[in-house]
């Protein structure tokens, strides 16, 4: 088949090492910004941080085989979401590098939390889950998905639609309210 | 390298999910500004659609029944949560407008008004 | 990866790496440094690209993708890599996929040595002409980012990377348009460059959609290879069993060619191109002369195999026109930007006409010479301007050779070569297209048994325009650079500074040995045999033909001709060991002798003619020409054309206001009946239930409620202290029990 042959000119998806180090690079890239998402006092730095954790995800994402689902993360959630953050930001503060400090004992309780749940998780997934993993049997594209979304899924898909709807109103709404009552 | 680095699984996915989510708690608990808290809220729910997405291309994504569908109810529920991430995003900051607007300030520790 | 390919990859990522150091340097760099920065970054690019054509030249066989060997006239490079798996696709067992890629062949490599010249030129320009500006940096990280979106849209191996890059940069010319954009009129230009773009792009989308649907795939080998035969005409039969049809494969096209109307400023859309001037002039050398709107042209070369006869008639028509009222509206300009704005819509149509009558190798050919030439004019234009102390009207100037000779010399050795003076590059380039027009016009009468006399317009058109492109050109220049100063003022405190002689000179000498000498010809003639060859490669592989283009045993691209194929130059050089074929001459070539005939009679004296009369017109200044205009409707001709026909007037009635008020007719409908209507209805329903379930609620629920409200206030009385308003602490609580309780469940879980 014409189609077989030029499939065979398209390039194979690269190996398991290659896969192995793109997977430590966003792993760490990902881990290190969520890192300096908490201990950034700067809201600003702290938005470029997240930034940079939900690019690295979006890159988790392509390794995993989610191709679409990367690009919405990047799209919606880096291109759209955060730029919204980004405008609240700019919105709310007249001096955006202003700190509020957080007490010493909330900064101990939220250390123990932390540490309680980071253990509790990691020890959950050592022991629970067996290392191997089931090798998929053909690559997903994004027809399955698409099959999945406006098949199975589609009463939720459509409510998701409508609430997103109402979400735009309600917070067009919200955001408007106040500065009418604001000036009479 | 040793053959458990190289061979990435499920494991690796869910250890980090595990430490976004536990960056995202610290992130709600430390920070003051509201925008702050936000963004901790993001990376939980980050760290769920990692979650998610791990599960089903390692644990669930075959074919079903030979049918030509993969199962992708993972990435299906990852795409519901982004969604609703941006919607909760929208919601918030536009309450977060009106109390700037109230109490020219976004620090959560000034809007004590609503203690019984 | 071959070696040119490499090349030509460093030349297009090193603009971007400019980019990214302008971006965040590039205010402590400053002036003049920052402009330094990006030239040397683009004169490595341009390196890259001439010594990538000198390894392309002697070819080579490397490790790639179907053909195995590459080089000029053998193969092309082709190095696709899957992206995105989307499903669809013409066949079952295989997906369809999003690629991104390379393609080089030989039009590439040529089109890589023109822009990243041309780049290189406008750079060194730029830092003499914004010398002065408080953004210097900031335009040169602007055109970085130019120069890195045209050279990936051209080194682009799908439709989807065309795209991408193509709105990089209308991107990138919405930023210069509107450089200075304190100034309302260029913000407002800039809006409408982008917004009239998007009209095109619309149909770039409905035609790659439609591409997509059918074949799950818009890399350009996959195009070429699986729709080869739709330039003969009829549908197309897909080897899954699928018939792509006719009709739509036109609308695919059409839909593909809008795209390049928008970019390539053709007839319905052209009114951007002019507005696009009240950018800074070496942009308007760099976007809007040569490399980016000649992308639209590119684009229809790289689609050229896959469209049907009736798309490129309908290109041709296009083309006709927007030469036509190009040349015409630039006659009564006075403005000397927009002269030659309207001159390159004019030569932009000239370009579309050869693509539409099949002379594919004509309209690149004229491409790469109108880049250097036109480029040419722009900046001698820039040089005018600055020695004008910015004055654009040519109502002013007058006389300033004598005061800026190096521009004058240089700008009419670019009048000359846009004239199609014999010996200019823009001579061949023109020559060719008139000659494949005139072809195409003859075949086309024949075919007709005479009835489609319609053809002729043809040829007659852009015949006629080559003397009004002489002649308006000659204008331009006689009235800055001939007669006496017009302003006095302005030409006492005229001056050239030196350093933009050297950008002049060297586009100057292009501009004479570009048509000749620079192979420029060869390169379009093997770009053509390399597709054909690629695909002939991978057409062989296949046990079975596809298509239904099998009449003739070889595979001869014949995508390259209309319904009237238009024999090309190339084409005869593969026949050559096929001597009966050569002996006795098709329809097509015979067409093409007749074809070259006409031009010798008709058009070989237009460059004398227009440069001629205009001389002689314009000798002294306005003196003649205002006389000239006493006879009434010379005057209204010219307000007519000076206002560019009126086409910015009729699309605000038409599209603006027409839009406003079908809007608010629709809205006062909608309104009226459906929104009060269901209002209404509305609310009877409602009353009548409302009295209903007032009933029932003061006789069965308040009961009821009371008791509960009375028990919620008691909880709430006691659980009031806990509430202190105080979110964090709220949040504290909430995270520490679900950490409590995540840490109980999995002692819970891993000791049982």
């Known amino acids: 088949m014409m189609i077989q042959l030029l499939a065979q000119t398209t390039p194979q998806p690269p190996d398991a090492g290659a896969s192995a180090v793109l997977f430590y690079l966003f792993a760490i890239l990902a881990g290190a910004s969520a890192l300096g998402v908490v201990l950034s006092r700067n809201i600003v730095r702290t938005a470029v941080f997240l930034l940079f954790t939900l690019t690295a995800v979006a890159g988790l994402y392509f390794l995993l085989d989610a191709e679409f689902l990367a690009a919405v993360q990047l799209v919606v959630y880096a291109g759209g979401t955060l730029v919204l953050i980004?405008?609240?930001?700019?919105?709310?503060?007249?001096?955006?590098?202003?700190?509020?400090?957080?007490?010493?004992?909330?900064?101990?309780?939220?250390?123990?939390?932390?540490?309680?749940?980071?253990?509790?998780?990691?020890?959950?997934?050592?022991?629970?889950?067996?290392?191997?993993?089931?090798?998929?049997?053909?690559?997903?594209?994004?027809?399955?998905?698409?099959?999945?979304?406006?098949?199975?899924?589609?009463?939720?898909?459509?409510?998701i639609s409508v609430l997103l709807l109402v979400v735009m109103i309600g917070a067009a709404y919200l955001a408007k309210a106040r500065r009418r009552e604001g000036r009479p | 390298m040793t053959p458990m680095l190289a061979q990435v699984g499920l494991h690796h996915y869910l250890i980090l999910a595990a430490m976004l989510f536990v960056c995202g708690l610290a992130t709600m608990m430390l920070k003051r500004n509201a925008i702050g808290i936000l963004m901790g809220v993001e990376l939980i729910l980050n760290a769920a659609n990692v979650n998610l997405v791990a599960f089903n291309r390692f644990r669930f994504a075959v074919d079903a029944g030979g049918t030509g569908g993969l199962r992708l109810d993972g990435q299906v529920f990852a795409i519901f949560v982004i969604i609703l991430a941006a919607a909760e995003a929208a919601v918030a900051l536009a309450i977060f407008l009106s109390f700037y607007n109230n109490f020219t300030t976004i620090d959560v520790e000034r809007g004590t008004q609503l203690k019984g | 990866m071959p070696l040119p390919a490499l090349l030509l990859l460093i030349s297009t990522l090193l603009p971007l790496a400019a980019f990214g150091v302008l971006l965040f340097a590039g205010k402590r760099l400053g002036n003049p440094l920052a402009g330094m920065v990006g030239t040397a970054f683009i004169a490595g690019s341009f390196a890259c690209a001439i010594t990538g054509m000198i390894f392309w030249l002697s070819?080579?066989?490397?490790?790639?993708?179907?053909?195995?060997?590459?080089?000029?006239?053998?193969?092309?490079?082709?190095?696709?890599?899957?992206?995105?798996?989307?499903?669809?696709?013409?066949?079952?067992?295989?997906?369809?996929?999003?690629?991104?890629?390379?393609?080089v062949d030989s039009l590439t490599v040529a089109m890589f040595s023109m822009i990243t010249l041309v780049a290189l030129v406008v750079h060194l320009f730029s830092i003499g002409y914004m010398a002065h500006d408080r953004n210097f940096h900031r335009f040169f990280t602007y055109l970085s980012l130019f120069c890195f979106s045209m050279l990936g849209l051209v080194i682009g191996g799908t439709l989807l990377q065309i795209f991408v890059f193509w709105e990089l940069v209308g991107l990138?010319?919405?930023?210069?348009?509107?450089?200075?954009?304190?100034?309302?009129?260029?913000?407002?230009?800039?809006?409408?460059?982008?917004?009239?773009?998007?009209?095109?792009?619309?149909?770039?989308?409905?035609?790659?959609?439609?591409?997509?649907?059918?074949?799950?795939?818009?890399?350009?080998?996959?195009?070429h290879a699986l729709l080869h035969t739709a330039g003969m005409g009829g549908a197309v039969a897909l080897s899954d069993g699928t018939i792509f049809g006719s009709g739509?494969?036109?609308?695919?096209?059409?839909?593909?060619?809008?795209?390049?109307?928008?970019?390539?400023?053709?007839?319905?859309?052209?009114?951007?191109?002019?507005?696009?001037?009240?950018?800074?002039?070496?942009?308007?050398?760099?976007?809007?002369?040569?490399?980016?709107?000649?992308?639209?042209?590119?684009?229809?070369?790289?689609?050229?195999?896959?469209?049907?006869?009736?798309?490129?008639?309908?290109?041709?028509?296009?083309?006709?026109?927007?030469?036509?009222?190009?040349?015409?509206?630039?006659?009564?300009?006075?403005?000397?930007?927009?002269?030659?704005?309207?001159?390159?819509?004019?030569?932009?149509?000239?370009?579309?006409?050869?693509?539409?009558?099949?002379?594919?190798?004509?309209?690149?050919?004229?491409?790469?010479?109108?880049?250097?030439?036109?480029?040419?004019?722009?900046?001698?234009?820039?040089?005018?301007?600055?020695?004008?102390?910015?004055?654009?009207?040519?109502?002013?100037?007058?006389?300033?050779?004598?005061?800026?000779?190096?521009?004058?010399?240089?700008?009419?050795?670019?009048?000359?070569?846009?004239?199609?003076?014999?010996?200019?590059?823009?001579?061949?380039?023109?020559?060719?297209?008139?000659?494949?027009?005139?072809?195409?016009?003859?075949?086309?009468?024949?075919?007709?048994?005479?009835?489609?006399?319609?053809?002729?317009?043809?040829?007659?058109?852009?015949?006629?325009?080559?003397?009004?492109?002489?002649?308006?050109?000659?204008?331009?220049?006689?009235?800055?650079?001939?007669?006496?100063?017009?302003?006095?003022?302005?030409?006492?405190?005229?001056?050239?500074?030196?350093?933009?002689?050297?950008?002049?000179?060297?586009?100057?000498?292009?501009?004479?040995?570009?048509?000749k000498f620079l192979g420029i010809e060869d390169l379009l003639n093997w770009s053509m045999r390399e597709s054909g060859q690629y695909c002939t490669q991978l057409i062989q592989k296949e046990a079975r033909p596809i298509g239904g283009g099998g009449e003739r045993g070889e595979m001869k691209f014949a995508g390259y001709s209309t319904a009237w194929p238009a024999q090309l130059p190339g084409e005869e050089e593969s026949l050559g060991d096929d001597e009966l074929v050569v002996r006795e001459r098709t329809p097509s070539q015979r067409a093409q002798i007749e074809g070259h005939h006409l031009v010798e009679r008709f058009a070989y004296w237009a460059f004398a003619v227009g440069l001629g009369l205009a001389a002689a017109i314009y000798w002294k200044g306005y003196a003649v020409a205002d006389w000239l205009m006493r006879i009434p409707p010379a005057h209204w001709v010219r307000n007519w054309l000076y206002r560019g026909m009126y086409f910015d007037e009729l699309y605000q009635i038409v599209w603006v206001d027409g839009v406003i008020l079908g809007g608010a007719a629709i809205c006062r409908w909608i309104d009226r009946w459906v929104v009060d209507g269901t209002v209404n209805g509305a609310s009877t329903v409602v009353r009548v239930i409302s009295s209903l379930a007032g009933w029932i609620d003061r006789h069965l629920v308040d009961g009821a409620v009371n008791g509960t409200g009375e028990l919620a206030h008691g909880v709430g009385a006691a659980m009031r202290s806990a509430q202190s308003g105080r979110i964090r602490l709220y949040v504290m609580v909430l995270l520490a029990a679900v950490a409590l309780g995540l840490a109980g469940a999995v002692m819970v879980a891993l000791s049982g």
């Open chain 3, 248 to 515: 739509l494969l036109t609308i695919m096209g059409v839909g593909l060619f809008m795209g390049a109307m928008g970019k390539s400023a053709q007839f319905p859309l052209h009114t951007w191109l002019p507005d696009a001037m009240e950018g800074p002039t070496p942009v308007s050398a760099l976007i809007h002369a040569a490399p980016m709107v000649a992308a639209g042209v590119y684009l229809v070369g790289r689609i050229f195999p896959i469209l049907t006869p009736d798309a490129k008639l309908f290109i041709a028509i296009i083309g006709c026109a927007t030469l036509t009222i190009g040349a015409l509206i630039a006659l009564a300009q006075s403005d000397i930007k927009r002269v030659l704005a309207y001159s390159t819509i004019s030569q932009l149509g000239y370009m579309m006409l050869a693509l539409g009558v099949g002379s594919w190798v004509g309209g690149m050919f004229h491409l790469l010479t109108h880049a250097f030439f036109k480029s040419l004019l722009f900046l001698g234009a820039g040089s005018v301007i600055v020695a004008a102390g910015h004055e654009q009207e040519m109502v002013r100037f007058g006389g300033l050779w004598r005061k800026i000779p190096v521009t004058a010399v240089t700008f009419g050795i670019a009048v000359l070569a846009i004239a199609g003076t014999p010996f200019f590059s823009g001579f061949y380039s023109k020559e060719m297209i008139l000659r494949d027009a005139g072809a195409f016009s003859v075949l086309a009468v024949d075919l007709s048994h005479g009835r489609g006399l319609g053809y002729w317009l043809f040829f007659i058109l852009p015949t006629g325009v080559a003397y009004l492109t002489a002649f308006y050109m000659m204008r331009c220049w006689m009235l800055t650079f001939w007669g006496k100063p017009r302003d006095l003022k302005l030409y006492a405190h005229a001056r050239e500074s030196a350093v933009m002689y050297v950008p002049l000179v060297l586009l100057a000498v292009l501009s004479i040995i570009g048509g």
């Open chain 3, 59 to 103: 070819g080579g066989t490397g490790p790639m993708a179907g053909a195995a060997e590459w080089g000029a006239g053998k193969g092309p490079i082709v190095l696709p890599i899957s992206w995105l798996p989307t499903g669809g696709g013409i066949a079952q067992d295989h997906p369809g996929y999003l690629d991104v890629g390379l393609y």
């Open chain 1, 86 to 159: 980004i405008f609240g930001v700019m919105l709310t503060s007249k001096s955006p590098g202003i700190r509020y400090e957080p007490k010493i004992g909330e900064v101990a309780v939220a250390i123990g939390v932390s540490v309680v749940s980071a253990v509790a998780l990691v020890m959950a997934i050592v022991r629970q889950f067996p290392a191997n993993s089931a090798s998929v049997e053909r690559h997903p594209t994004i027809a399955d998905l698409g099959q999945t979304l406006l098949g199975d899924y589609l009463i939720p898909f459509e409510l």
């Open chain 3, 172 to 223: 990138c010319s919405y930023l210069l348009i509107g450089f200075w954009h304190e100034k309302r009129s260029a913000a407002n230009a800039a809006t409408k460059a982008f917004v009239v773009n998007r009209i095109g792009d619309f149909g770039f989308l409905i035609g790659m959609g439609i591409l997509f649907y059918h074949l799950g795939n818009v890399s350009l080998p996959h195009l």
